[in-house]
């Protein structure tokens, strides 16, 4: 029950601190509007880095089905514990995008275009192309799941041979900032599935004022892209790792 606590508590952060800062630059009369995607980029990362630091020493902060699955296929994490996981990084993403339209509560009225209220809460692609934005996700991930584990591993997190172990979670949002520079713009880089499907659920459940459909016709692609990539990203580590 812990865990599962941990996962929800630590996904909500995630999502209140990053759904955050793009309201804070797209909505209406919002004191950051139009501050730009660095402004977007680097939240997110710090988003990570504080879920990260929350939760990490409860449940290990996976706070992203494709690390879960990930980690599971390559033998770091049960099976039997990803439904558990999963449900905690649902649930904590449905209640993160709540959070956040209780925050800027007074801005949807204000912001006439429906298209900025729905990116708030999920991903949408720059270029509409089913095939290449899941190829998109499923790199940003594969980079983000390799990446987490490279960066937390003894040969890099170690006081006596690499960095201290306590900047670890702060190294993994420096890795979240690093792809949403370089590979955000195609899609938005969701690389998380409860990410993009907890916030958008809570889009269409919420009393916005002139607010558009919740775009599900495109809602399976950050959820397959990551999952296939997480587990890509595990299998190239574990390559690397038994090499």
Not at 5 to 14: N, P, Q
Not at 32 to 50: D, F, P
Request: overall charge neutral; charged content about 10%; glycine content about 14%.
């Amino acid at each position: 029950m812990s865990t599962f606590v941990a996962e929800l508590l630590g996904t909500m952060i995630l999502v209140v601190l990053g759904d955050g800062v793009v309201a804070n630059v797209l909505l209406a009369r919002s004191k950051g509007e139009g501050s730009g995607w660095m402004v977007i980029a680097t939240g997110w990362g710090l988003a990570v880095a504080v879920a990260v630091y929350a939760v990490g020493s409860v449940s290990g902060a996976h706070i992203n089905p494709a690390v879960t699955f990930g980690l599971a296929a390559i033998g770091r994490f049960p099976w039997t514990a990803v439904p558990v996981y999963v449900a905690g990084q649902l649930l904590g993403a449905i209640a993160g995008g709540v959070v956040v339209w209780l925050a800027y509560r007074p801005h949807w009225r204000e912001t006439s275009d429906p298209d900025l209220k729905l990116a708030v809460f999920c991903t949408a692609p720059a270029v509409r192309q089913f095939g290449a934005n899941v190829v998109t996700e499923i790199i940003g991930t594969f980079m983000l799941v390799l990446g987490v584990l490279a960066i937390l591993s003894p040969a890099n997190l170690d006081p006596a041979t690499g960095f201290p172990s306590g900047l670890g979670p702060f190294l993994v949002g420096m890795l979240v900032w690093s792809i949403g520079l370089s590979l955000g713009g195609p899609t938005g880089y969701a690389i998380n599935p409860a990410r993009d499907l907890g916030p958008r659920i809570a889009h269409h459940l919420l009393p916005i004022p002139g607010k558009r459909d919740s775009d599900w016709a495109y809602a399976w692609v950050p959820v397959v892209g990551p999952l296939v990539g997480g587990v890509l990203g595990a299998l190239c580590y574990r390559l690397l790792w038994l090499a």
